[in-house]
Antibody, heavy 121, light 106 residues
């Protein structure tokens, strides 16, 4: 059964870079036609897609954060990562990683459990 | 940018049918999917490509999409269905989520 697990610092200072890693278990990140995505959810609010990556390194990002985001992949570790620069309090959110079924259903399934990142001095 | 609009809340009595709508410009021309999120949990895919159910999702969940509105329907709603529901589509290679609807079963 495919499982995803987010990890990284829970507290980031304003103007610094948020860095998270998603570890995939129960399947290879480089098998199949899947992308791997990041989605976030501010406390008490809705979901926002951040971006997705293919194991080859091909990426696409939400224009709302494109200038600040980098998603990378490490197939040897079966991991993919998120970096979001110049963070502000508005970036405080639960960050989820998920398998992104491209180009078939274009859905996110399954999701990791999520990790809360707070941006605060 | 493309926007999806959902009602903030919907209430339904146990055993009745709940309908949650998602509106967007020419939404029927795109594939819509729906996610269920229970408190403190990660979202779960319940409908994809407008009306298909993933393995393990009960038959009481169904979906449709036409014109400017996609609809998630839960027949014979159970207390366990109380959750937030989000619609989602792709527009110009950008994933867009609706604001979410809180379904209350009372």
């Amino acid at each position: 059964q495919l499982q995803l697990q987010e990890s990284g610092p829970g507290l980031v200072k304003p103007s610094e870079t948020l860095s998270l890693t998603c570890t995939v278990s129960g399947g290879s990140i480089s098998r199949g036609s899947y992308y791997w995505g990041w989605i976030r959810q501010p406390p008490g609010k809705g979901l926002e897609w951040i971006g997705s990556i293919y194991y080859s390194g091909s990426t696409y990002y939400n224009p709302s954060v494109k200038s600040r985001v980098t998603i990378s992949v490490d197939t040897s570790k079966n991991q993919f990562s998120l970096k979001l620069s110049s963070v502000t309090a508005a970036d405080t959110a639960v960050y989820y990683c998920a398998r992104h079924d491209v180009p078939a259903s274009e859905t996110f399934d399954p999701w990791g459990q999520g990790t809360l990142v707070t941006v605060s001095p | 940018s493309y926007e999806l609009t959902q009602p903030p809340s919907v209430s339904v009595s146990p055993g009745q049918t709940a309908s949650i709508t998602c509106s967007g410009d020419k939404l029927g021309d795109k594939y819509a999917c729906w996610y269920q999120q229970k408190p403190g949990q990660s979202p779960v895919l319940v409908i994809y490509q407008d009306s298909k159910r993933p393995s393990g999702i009960p038959e009481r969940f169904s979906g449709s999409n036409s014109g400017n509105t996609a609809t998630l329907t839960i027949s014979g709603t159970q207390a366990m269905d109380e959750a937030d529901y989000y619609c989602q589509v792709w527009e110009s290679s950008t994933g867009v989520f609706g604001g979410g609807t809180k379904l209350t079963v009372l």
